[in-house]
């Protein structure tokens, strides 16, 4: 079916309904909408034209909600519902599915939701963009920092010792550039409960041989979950390999997001 014939009917639901957004995973086209555009950029779905009805929408739904947690970490959108337009199909998706999938609010005890919003914002963006043309992995744990640096090692002379904690605010988005190009450093970024950075280039000395994880995830994902183990701290590790990002507390990894969707407006 024509992609514009399947945005127009997308925005005529959408605007009925009243959507909090059209997200639409077709070619951008010039369309006119009262409900902001969000496309799914760099998404390839040709498999679509190979599948029964029963399995475009078992994939687009799928997409959709890997799309929406994208949603959710930049655009803060936790209610409400938003329109999907596939090359194939239109859904109507209640964000309300994201919340069970990504709560942030489940580790306001240990760090502050604005923190782990950017804190994610910030691993997605690493995941995809990488540094100097390659792939890194990197990871930060977040919790009572004197607390875990006492459980860690300085592989490296910190470079945030001694730096005013307005140039180691983590939601600040100045800040990110020196963030990412210390995350190329071997080790782990430390942050406290408010955000401010307090070491690179750490390595945590705890035990991990009771931590369970799938197979191909390597020493920092353990070293992430180990230390979430043994002390109320939350972990987020990006993935050097697949540049999926991944949540730890209590040892275990909570969620994994997928960093190869992209989206904009």
């Known amino acids: 079916m024509n992609d514009e ?9 959408a605007e009925e309904i ?3 957004a059209i997200v639409s995973f077709t070619r951008p086209c010039t369309c006119q909408s009262k409900v902001p555009l969000i496309w ?11 599948l029964t009805m029963y399995e475009i929408v078992s994939v687009c739904e799928h997409h959709m909600l890997d799309a929406a947690v994208q949603i959710y970490l930049t655009k803060r959108f936790e209610e409400g519902t938003v329109v999907a ?8 998706f209640d964000l309300e599915r994201v919340r069970n999938f990504v ?13 782990m919003y950017s804190v994610l914002k910030l691993a997605m963006e690493i995941a995809v963009e990488g540094r100097e043309g390659r792939k ?22 910190n470079p945030y010792l001694g730096h005013p904690t307005s140039l180691r605010d983590i939601k600040n988005r100045e800040n990110w550039e020196s963030v990412k190009e210390f995350a190329q450093l071997d080790g782990i970024f430390i942050v406290d409960k408010s955000g401010t950075i307090a070491t690179a280039g750490s390595y945590m000395d705890v035990n991990a041989k009771d931590v369970h994880l799938p197979g191909g995830l390597g020493g920092r994902h353990r070293a992430t979950a180990a230390i979430t183990a043994v ?16 949540v730890f507390r209590d040892g275990a990894c909570t969620i994994t997001i997928r960093s190869d969707i992209r989206i904009s407006g």
């Open 5 to 13: 014939l399947l945005m127009h009917a997308g925005i005529e639901i």
């Open 18 to 20: 009243g959507a909090r």
């Open 40 to 50: 799914v950029q760099d998404l390839k779905l040709d498999i679509l034209r190979d």
């Open 85 to 92: 337009v596939f090359q194939y199909a239109v859904l109507i």
């Open 103 to 115: 709560d942030l609010t489940s580790y306001e005890d240990i760090v502050d939701k604005d923190v």
């Open 136 to 157: 890194i992995g990197t990871a930060f744990i977040i919790g009572d920092a004197p607390e875990i640096a006492a459980h860690s090692h300085q592989a490296i002379l």
């Open 231 to 246: 002390m109320p701290a939350v972990g987020v590790t990006v993935s050097e390999s697949g540049g999926l990002v991944r």
